[in-house]
């Protein structure tokens, strides 16, 4: 990580001390320090978790000639404006993030970070990692670079701060429970920044309603004096994706869900998603995922699966 001539970290009014946490090293130290400390960390944890946040700035300020320049060689990280705004520069791909916006920095794109137009920047940031961390921010569809905005940034720091709380006590017992907390943010993120058009959409409520028994899309564009051409046309053009595409993960995600919060059997999420085969649910779910939702499961670290 390479960083401007200025220091990030300033004293006086204006700073905002940044609190960065993870599970080796004292929970919190300034941004002189984050340089040493992101060098070595756990190629460890990386192999032995499914997923993590290698690192956590609760609460990080910039200035007008505060900037960093980074490569992200070993993790992916998703940025938080709580106040002002930051500018973001990705292969020479630029964007303004604002307040309760987020932005994904992906794994290996080199970018540089500063304050935005409002010339000062307050955000949140973390670090995602683990060996199934790549499949899930493809399957959440959140495109590297791009501005995203959010409901309700202050649950997302609550968790945020939850997780934090985990890390302090570095507790090797807690590895399973701090990688579900993990998940269950970036569900949050992702519930969240796909809500706010699939709530007013009456497609989308459709196959909510019928999600056991989906309703074929020739049937959703009928009940809705549509045809079939155009039902596409609009759904692409608000969701960027079929409403085949979108079916297949509204009921992806309902199955996670049911996987790591519940203790119900493989096939009854499967009747439960609208799959009446446990076999197709199970390629369904391989497909998408990359892995068996018996192993998703497993990965999830909180439930335990029951007798099918």
Request: contains cysteine.
């Amino acid at each position: 990580m390479v960083y401007g001539n200025r220091r990030i970290v300033r004293k006086g009014e204006d700073m905002i001390k940044k609190r960065v946490i993870h599970p080796f090293s004292p929970e919190e130290f300034n941004t002189s320090d984050i340089s040493q400390n992101l060098i070595n960390w756990g190629l460890l944890y990386q192999k032995v978790m499914p997923l993590t946040f290698p690192f956590l700035i609760l609460h990080s300020y910039w200035g007008k000639e505060d900037y960093y320049i980074h490569h992200c060689p070993s993790n992916s990280a998703v940025e938080i404006v709580l106040e002002g705004s930051m500018k973001y520069t990705l292969d020479e791909r630029i964007s303004i993030v604002r307040a309760n916006e987020m932005i994904l920095l992906p794994l290996g794109v080199p970018n540089r970070v500063e304050a935005g137009p409002d010339g000062f920047g307050r955000k949140a940031v973390f670090g995602i990692r683990g060996f199934l961390s790549e499949v899930i921010l493809a399957s959440y569809c959140l495109e590297g670079g791009r501005a995203y905005r959010l409901n309700d940034t202050g649950r997302i720091l609550q968790m945020l701060s939850r997780l934090a709380v985990l890390y302090r006590k570095q507790d090797p017992a807690l590895l399973n429970a701090a990688s579900a907390s993990a998940f269950e943010i970036l569900l949050e993120i992702r519930e969240q920044v796909h809500s706010r058009n699939a709530r007013s959409s009456p497609v989308v409520q459709l196959m909510q309603m019928n999600l056991q028994n989906p309703c074929p899309i020739p049937e959703i564009a009928r009940k809705l004096e549509l045809s079939r051409e155009k039902l596409n046309a609009v759904f692409r053009e608000q969701f960027q994706r079929s409403p085949q595409q979108y079916m297949t993960q509204l009921r992806m995600r309902t199955a996670e869900q049911l996987l790591r919060q519940t203790g119900q059997t493989i096939k009854q999420i499967a009747f439960q998603t609208g799959y009446h085969s446990l076999s197709r649910f199970a390629t369904a779910f391989r497909k998408y995922h990359g892995m068996s939702p018996r192993d998703y499961r497993k990965a999830g670290g909180e439930v335990t699966d029951l007798p099918d």
